[in-house]
């Protein structure tokens, strides 16, 4: 299933649709406004928050936590890998253990979200040069997609990125 990101992630309180490949808006990713730390909640078509995606305030490399919408509880967290040569790569750490993978050019939004060795999603922005739109392509037969989490995780990777253009 394809999702649309309409805007770019680098401004507070910035909010913006994210439309399914049939157009519909399907999820709002509202920015909090005058909150310490960089926050976002990704919002359902009824308005209801689906994730929190939130800065860490305290960290040594900047890192973001995704957090379950209901429950307060951590889902994920994504940091930008220490060592990398060539490529930008992050670490994505899941609270039910195991370890994903974001790799490939995040600054042109060309990245593969993994787990396993298994792709989950893909984001790209090939296609779509216009006010910064990009697609990301989740394969919904993987048992560890969870379009949320997902699309909270490329949130989290643009705004990292943003942040250090």
Do not use: C
């Not at 976002?40 to 973001?64: A, C, G, I």
């Not at 957090?67 to 990398?84: A, D, S, W, Y």
């Not at 787990?115 to 216009?130: Q, T």
């Amino acid at each position: 299933m394809r999702f649309l990101v309409r805007e770019r992630v680098f401004g507070v309180g910035d909010d913006f649709w994210v439309e399914d490949e049939h157009g519909r808006r399907v999820f709002l990713v509202d920015g909090k406004k005058l909150r310490l730390r960089q926050t976002f909640q990704l919002k359902d078509e009824n308005h209801e928050v689906v994730t929190v995606v939130r800065r860490r305030m305290v960290s040594l490399w900047p890192t973001m936590d995704v957090l379950h919408g209901r429950h307060g509880e951590r889902l994920v967290t994504v940091r930008k890998k220490r060592f990398t040569l060539l490529r930008d790569r992050f670490r994505v750490r899941p609270a039910d253990g195991g370890d994903m993978t974001v790799h490939g050019n995040v600054l042109d939004k060309e990245f593969d979200i993994e787990r396993d060795g298994r792709r989950l999603a893909r984001v790209s922005r090939k296609w779509f040069r216009i006010r910064d739109t990009y697609a990301v392509d989740i394969d919904e037969r993987e048992p560890d997609a969870d379009v949320p989490t997902l699309l909270s995780v490329a949130i989290s990777v643009d705004a990292l990125t943003e942040r250090r253009e």
